[in-house]
């Protein structure tokens, strides 16, 4: 009876999503306001949005779109909305960091063979990822493994056929986590020489989709890429002191911009503001930090709870830096953003 009842709600479920999906279809062009002459460029989320805004300053007909301007989270989380859905059906070309950092839009765009995706990151050799394994992952795997076993118990007195397949299902969930464990690191905005990279990329695939406005697009992107080399050559010179530096990082972006300055991560820490460390992770990064003489970890400002706890037990310094993940949508964003992430790390010469 049960079952019966949850098959009726999950029926009656759709039909009212089919519903406001036709209904969003065909009013939401006009809440939209996207004439049908205009080319429609959606972004992926903050970083690359940054590129296509100073790439398209100056253009008309053209309209651009960040698709997830509102999250500020782990993109890894992100869930496509109707109305997200609606923007890509619409949209001429999807323009995304890659790197493994936007899956959740991989069915989306299979479904559209007409939709232009343009991979920012192609040609970009990715830093290894870290492991996202703290205390409420653990939690969520101890219950699912005491479920697991009150299944197993319960499967073998209805036989094991059906044992075989509960097998065979939970082997699978294990090459997943696998994979998610050891997935690329695709943060490469915070590394000022391959954010250069992308906006040649972006360039390229710009000028070739939208030949019109090829020559406004090529001025923008030489002002934009003199103006963050002009950023580069200032790290360079100004915190030319830090190489061999070690330090621990709580957010995998922070990996690239110490590989592009010669610092040495000793350990990595991915946080978001929905994880907490457990007591033996705590224990282990405070050994790693005494082992190597650690004298500053770099956090970001929303998940700095846990670094200030470990500075505070060792007596070492934060430091706060914006991996970029979201802000102002301002043509000198990024800009701003890495000077004020260069004086940040000045402490460390101190």
């Known amino acids: 009876m049960l079952k019966r009842k949850l098959l009726i709600l999950l029926a009656i479920m759709l039909v009212f999503s089919g519903i406001s999906l036709g209904l969003i279809r065909a009013y939401g062009r006009r809440s939209m306001e996207l004439p049908e002459e205009e080319l429609v460029l959606v972004t992926s989320f903050y970083p690359v949005h940054l590129l296509a805004q100073n790439l398209l300053e100056g253009a008309e007909g053209v309209s651009l779109i960040n698709l997830t301007e509102n999250h500020t989270g782990c993109l890894h989380d992100y869930q496509l909305t109707t109305q997200d859905m609606l923007t890509l059906e619409y949209a001429d070309a999807l323009i995304i960091n890659g790197g493994d950092m936007e899956l959740f839009v991989t069915a989306a765009v299979e479904g559209q063979p007409e939709l232009v995706l343009i991979d920012t990151s192609e040609g970009i050799t990715f830093l290894e990822g870290t492991e996202h394994t703290h205390e409420h992952a653990e939690e969520s795997s101890e219950e699912h493994e005491h479920e697991e076993v009150h299944e197993e118990e319960h499967e073998h007195m209805e036989g094991e056929t059906h044992e075989h397949e509960e097998e065979h299902d939970h082997d699978d969930h294990d090459e997943e986590s696998a994979e998610h464990n050891h997935a690329i690191n695709g943060h490469v905005w915070l590394n000022t020489e391959l954010y250069m990279q992308q906006l040649d990329t972006l360039t390229e695939k710009l000028c070739a989709l939208d030949v019109e406005r090829a020559e406004l697009y090529r001025a923008n992107a030489a002002r934009y890429r003199a103006e963050l080399a002009g950023v580069a050559t200032e790290y360079q010179t100004t915190l030319a002191g830090l190489a061999g530096s070690e330090v621990v990082v709580f957010h995998d972006a922070f990996y690239y911009l110490c590989e592009e300055l010669g610092i040495e991560v000793i350990m990595g820490i991915s946080m978001d503001a929905d994880t907490a460390l457990s007591a033996a992770e705590l224990a282990e990064a405070e050994d790693e930090i005494r082992l190597h003489g650690v004298r500053y970890l770099l956090a ?25 993940t979201s802000g102002a949508a301002t043509t000198e964003a990024y800009l701003d953003a890495m000077r004020q992430n260069m004086a940040a790390l000045q402490e460390m010469l101190q």
Do not use: S
């Open 300 to 324: 970001e400002e929303a998940t700095g709870a846990v670094a200030e706890q470990l500075a505070k037990e060792i007596g070492i310094q934060v430091i706060y830096l914006n991996p970029l």
